[in-house]
Every structure is written in C-alpha cells, then in structure tokens.
C-alpha cells in the first residue's frame, strides 16, 4: 500500500500480476465489510469514474427513493491477496462513499474520520498514527460445518504447541499478511483458550482502519482453511476472558511527535495530557463507540483485565489509559477499553475529536493511578474521583446522547442512524428470553 501510487500503476499491476477480479471494499455504518467485486476489464472505469451502487441496501446509508450511490476506490490501497479463486487472482481497493452529485456522503465512517483528520490538520496536527492490536478467538466447526463454542486448544498467554494448537493457523495468518504488504511485529496465544493476537505496525488513520477492516477478511479465510471459525465477538464464552482491540495513537506536527516532551517528568507534552484529559472526560460517550454491542460489556467486567475505569496511569494496566514505555518519537497513548466489534473509522473518528476537545480547551489531566483499581474499594474509587464506564449498551448509549462533541465527531446523519439502530439492539436484548433465565427461573 502506498500513496504515491497512480491508477495507470494500478492498470499495468493488475495486468503484469494477472488480476482477474478486484473488489471495491467499503464498511457499513456497524463495522461491517462490505465489497462489490468487478471483473479486472471494468477496473479502469472503476479508477476513473466510480462504481454505482444501491445504498439503501447497506446498514445507515440512505433510504430508497435516494439510493443510488458512488463507491470512489483509493489508488493508494491496492493490494494483491495471495490467496483466491482458481479463475485468477483478486485484488483489493478500499472506497470513499460518494452521492451522485458527487459530493462526499456525510454517512461514509470512512469519510467521515477524513473530516475529523481535517479538524486536526487546522489544529496543526499534519498526522495521527494509530496502532490497532484486534484480538480473536479460533472455534471449532460442527458437522454441518456451523462454528461451536469449542475453543480449539485449552492454551494460555504465550504458551507453544501443544497447549497451542493454533499456531499453525496464525503462523500461515502472518505469511499471508506479510505478502500482502502488512508489516506483522507480534503474534502470540492469547490469555484465554483459543484466543489470539496478532499486532502489526502502526498507521496512519486511515489506513490503520483499513487494515483492520482487511485484517479480519484474512483471518477469517486461514481458520477457513484449517478447518476453523475465526470470531472477533467481544466475549463469545462464559467465564473466560473477552477480546479486545487496544488503541494507540499519537498526534504529529510534521515530524515530531506532538505527545512528546523530553523534559516533563514522564516524557508528555501538555498536549498530551490534555488529549489524555479529552478521552477521560468523553470516556462514556465514547464507550458506545468502542463496545458498541450488547455482548461488549460481558467483556468490561472485574477480574479479566478489561478496564471498568476512567483513569490513566504511565505503567498500571488497570486504567482505561495507560502511556506505553516508549518515549521520544514513539510516545503514544493506549486507549484500552475498545473492543473488534467497533467500526475502526468511527472508533479512531471519536476518540479523535475527544482528544482535540481537550487539547482545545486545555482540560487539565487527573494524576495518573498507580495502584491496581480493581483492588480498590468503591469508596476509595470514589475519593480519588474515578467513575466507571457505562456497564451496558443501554447505559452507553444515554452517555452518546447526552454527549455532543461525540456526535459531532460522528456527524448528524451517522449519530442518527447509529443510535437508532442500537437502540433497537437493546431494546431487543432486554425483551429476549434467555437461557440462564430459564435455568435460574424455570422451578417457580
């Protein structure tokens, strides 16, 4: 992936590489992958003119007697999968959602962190790097071919074969990425069973959000082909722990980082405890963003590392934040409540426009937390003036509405719709009958 490159680089590419179908890959307003796949000889008008395509069909997009839309590629996203069809090979090209008149659509996530990356460019702000780390579970497949909730392998953190019975899957994951351009640091059992990591280098905005967003196509297609299920649900199984997605991210003016700060006693500018001071204030809103589903809160519970606070800390990983070891041009904040479930161009927009509301108004951080807050009673929680995130989507969702600045960094369009729609989530989990109500009840 690289900017420089042309749509006539990516004609004479996909000739010399013997491309026969690319797909135009975009997300709904969920999160949700989404692709239409033209053969290689409609690449060209593709590059030059767009793609037409019903978006009353997609999740959050528009209504019927408005439909019709334009998928616009990014040169700068080509990519070849090494892996496809026996008709020929496939490549990628991630779009920007357009209307017929040409204008960019306001409900487009991807066009919508273009915009807030513009606020911060205004601001001084040339660049924002983020490093997404998406955790996922490896599931066994029944007869019929339908994933179970058997983990693969009973394996913990860090441990090799045979506790690890998935290594082989995550060993051909990493090949595969790294023949798709992608630069892999880490890849490692995860605490629980079945469950794993794989970290790659940190990007700009944008492209970290496509990348994620190609990241789980590839995962899925390797479980495939060991005959497993790859699921990026926060928490699919009881009492073990749940999956998350960390976020690092770092502002740039130019080429010096804007977090930095060599002379303050942790290595952090103003501008990044105020960024940090955003983020803390914002942190309910943003939830709904984060965990933006009803299981992602089975997740945010004591005991499973998941953070429950708002507080930041230069070490503890018991806070929502904490500042990574790393300093000078590295010095990066991780936001770690954030789970796979989230539209990765929403997630990176809010947490965006949280920061550059503190920077902005110069919100003073709170002292950083030491101490284990899971430990710690409520009480003492309370004098040191920590609160809790929201403990359901329910809860999530009123801190959204009550928080503009986090629909701003939406916009009106994608906060109506989003809202709308999880709040029929909700209001369908809390009717739904389940299970454990069943077996706790059923004797009355």
């Given at each position: 992936?690289?900017?420089?490159?042309?749509?006539?680089?990516?004609?004479?590419?996909?000739?010399?590489?013997?491309?026969?179908?690319?797909?135009?890959?975009?997300?709904?307003?969920?999160?949700?992958?989404?692709?239409?796949?033209?053969?290689?000889?409609?690449?060209?008008?593709?590059?030059?003119?767009?793609?037409?395509?019903?978006?009353?069909?997609?999740?959050?997009?528009?209504?019927?007697?408005?439909?019709?839309?334009?998928?616009?590629?990014?040169?700068?996203?080509?990519?070849?999968?090494?892996?496809?069809?026996?008709?020929?090979?496939?490549?990628?090209?991630?779009?920007?959602?357009?209307?017929?008149?040409?204008?960019?659509?306001?409900?487009?996530?991807?066009?919508?962190?273009?915009?807030?990356?513009?606020?911060?460019?205004a601001l001084g702000f040339t660049?924002?790097?983020?490093?997404?780390?998406?955790?996922?579970?490896?599931?066994?497949?029944?007869?019929?071919?339908?994933?179970?909730?058997?983990?693969?392998?009973?394996?913990?953190?860090?441990?090799?074969?045979?506790?690890?019975?998935?290594?082989?899957?995550?060993?051909?994951?990493?090949?595969?990425?790294?023949?798709?351009?992608?630069?892999?640091?880490?890849?490692?059992?995860?605490?629980?069973?079945?469950?794993?990591?794989?970290?790659?280098?940190?990007?700009?905005?944008?492209?970290?959000?496509?990348?994620?967003?190609?990241?789980?196509?590839?995962?899925?297609?390797?479980?495939?082909?060991?005959?497993?299920?790859?699921?990026?649900?926060?928490?699919?199984?009881?009492?073990?722990?749940?999956?998350?997605?960390?976020?690092?991210?770092?502002?740039?003016?130019?080429?010096?980082?804007?977090?930095?700060?060599?002379?303050?006693?942790?290595?952090?500018?103003?501008?990044?405890?105020?960024?940090?001071?955003?983020?803390?204030?914002?942190?309910?809103?943003?939830?709904?963003?984060?965990?933006?589903?009803?299981?992602?809160?089975?997740?945010?519970?004591?005991?499973?590392?998941?953070?429950?606070?708002?507080?930041?800390?230069?070490?503890?990983?018991?806070?929502?934040?904490?500042?990574?070891?790393?300093?000078?041009?590295?010095?990066?904040?991780?936001?770690?409540?954030?789970?796979?479930?989230?539209?990765?161009?929403?997630?990176?927009?809010?947490?965006?426009?949280?920061?550059?509301?503190?920077?902005?108004?110069?919100?003073?951080?709170?002292?950083?937390?030491h101490r284990n807050l899971f430990?710690?009673?409520?009480?003492?929680?309370?004098?040191?003036?920590?609160?809790?995130?929201?403990?359901?989507?329910?809860?999530?969702l009123e801190a959204l509405a009550?928080?503009?600045?986090?629909?701003?960094?939406?916009?009106?369009?994608?906060?109506?719709?989003?809202?709308?729609?999880?709040?029929?989530?909700?209001?369908?989990?809390?009717?739904?009958?389940?299970?454990?109500?069943?077996?706790?009840?059923?004797?009355?």
């Open positions: 992936m690289t900017e420089s490159i042309s749509p006539k680089d990516i004609l004479k590419s996909a000739r010399d590489e013997g491309v026969r179908f690319v797909r135009l890959q975009f997300a709904d307003l969920m999160g949700w992958v989404k692709n239409v796949e033209i053969p290689v000889s409609q690449l060209e008008k593709a590059l030059y003119q767009g793609i037409t395509f019903d978006g009353s069909a997609i999740e959050g997009f528009v209504r019927l007697e408005e439909s019709d839309m334009v998928l616009v590629p990014d040169p700068s996203t080509w990519l070849i999968f090494p892996f496809g069809p026996a008709q020929g090979r496939v490549a990628r090209l991630v779009c920007d959602i357009h209307t017929m008149a040409g204008s960019r659509f306001s409900g487009d996530s991807r066009v919508i962190l273009k915009r807030v990356l513009r606020e911060a460019e660049t924002m790097n983020v490093g997404l780390e998406p955790e996922f579970f490896l599931l066994r497949l029944d007869s019929n071919d339908e994933p179970t909730i058997e983990t693969n392998d009973q394996g913990g953190y860090f441990d090799l074969a045979p506790l690890d019975l998935g290594e082989n899957c995550r060993r051909d994951i990493v090949l595969t990425l790294e023949q798709m351009g992608f630069r892999v640091e880490a890849s490692h059992h995860e605490v629980a069973p079945g469950q794993h990591e794989i970290d790659f280098q940190y990007a700009d905005a944008i492209h970290a959000a496509d990348n994620i967003m190609t990241f789980k196509l590839v995962v899925k297609t390797i479980a495939r082909r060991h005959g497993l299920f790859a699921t990026f649900m926060p928490k699919p199984i009881y009492g073990i722990a749940g999956s998350g997605m960390h976020c690092h991210q770092s502002l740039y003016q130019g080429n010096a980082n804007a977090f930095s700060n060599p002379s303050d006693p942790l290595g952090l500018s103003a501008t990044a405890r105020h960024y940090m001071a955003g983020l803390l204030l914002h942190a309910p809103a943003l939830t709904a963003i984060a965990n933006p589903t009803v299981n992602s809160y089975k997740r945010l519970v004591p005991g499973e590392e998941a953070p429950m606070y708002i507080a930041w800390s230069d070490h503890n990983r018991s806070p929502l934040i904490r500042v990574p070891i790393a300093r000078g041009n590295n010095t990066r904040i991780e936001l770690r409540s954030p789970d796979p479930a989230a539209n990765p161009y929403l997630l990176i927009s809010a947490m965006l426009k949280a920061g550059l509301d503190g920077i902005q108004r110069k919100l003073p951080a709170p002292q950083p937390v430990e710690m009673s409520d009480e003492e929680r309370l004098s040191h003036g920590i609160a809790g995130l929201p403990r359901t989507l329910g809860e999530a009550d928080d503009a600045v986090i629909q701003d960094a939406i916009g009106h369009h994608a906060y109506e719709h989003f809202a709308f729609a999880k709040s029929i989530e909700w209001d369908m989990f809390q009717r739904h009958v389940h299970p454990w109500e069943r077996d706790q009840y059923i004797m009355m």
